[in-house]
């Protein structure tokens, strides 16, 4: 009985320490600028976890974002940020590409099928 108690004791901590993370995401996401929403969800996709990402896309459609619209402002905000001249997409960096093609056909600003 005392361990049942514990353990409900434990989800619902859990739940609470969860619910606090994603609540803190959500308003950090708030405050990002529409470049720096679509700067991070192009470029930082690699180092972002899924659950993170999903609120991002879910930040940026909640702001009808589209981020092919603000192309301009997103390299520019690379530029101030990494100091890099390069405009090209995702893997303009120079990294060999990856043989992973399991997002062949979806947008890689949207996330959505093409």
């Known amino acids: 009985m005392q361990s049942k108690a514990l353990a409900i ?3 619902t901590f859990v739940m609470v320490i969860s619910s606090c ?3 803190q995401m959500q ?3 708030a405050d990002k600028s529409d470049p720096s929403l679509c700067y991070s969800m192009i470029y930082e996709r690699d180092s972002l976890s899924t ?3 999903t609120l991002m896309l879910s930040e940026a459609l909640s702001r009808n974002l ?3 619209d603000i192309a301009q402002e997103i ?3 690379r530029k101030k940020t990494t100091g890099s001249d390069s405009s090209g997409g995702p893997n303009s960096s120079g990294e060999a590409s990856s043989s992973d093609h ?3 056909g979806v947008n890689w600003v949207t996330g959505q099928s093409t």
């Open 27 to 29: 308003s950090k996401l």
């Open 51 to 53: 659950e993170f990402f």
């Open 9 to 11: 004791i434990a989800l």
């Open 21 to 23: 993370s994603t609540t």
């Open 66 to 68: 589209n981020c092919k």
């Open 102 to 104: 399991s997002n062949e």
């Open 75 to 77: 390299i520019d905000f």
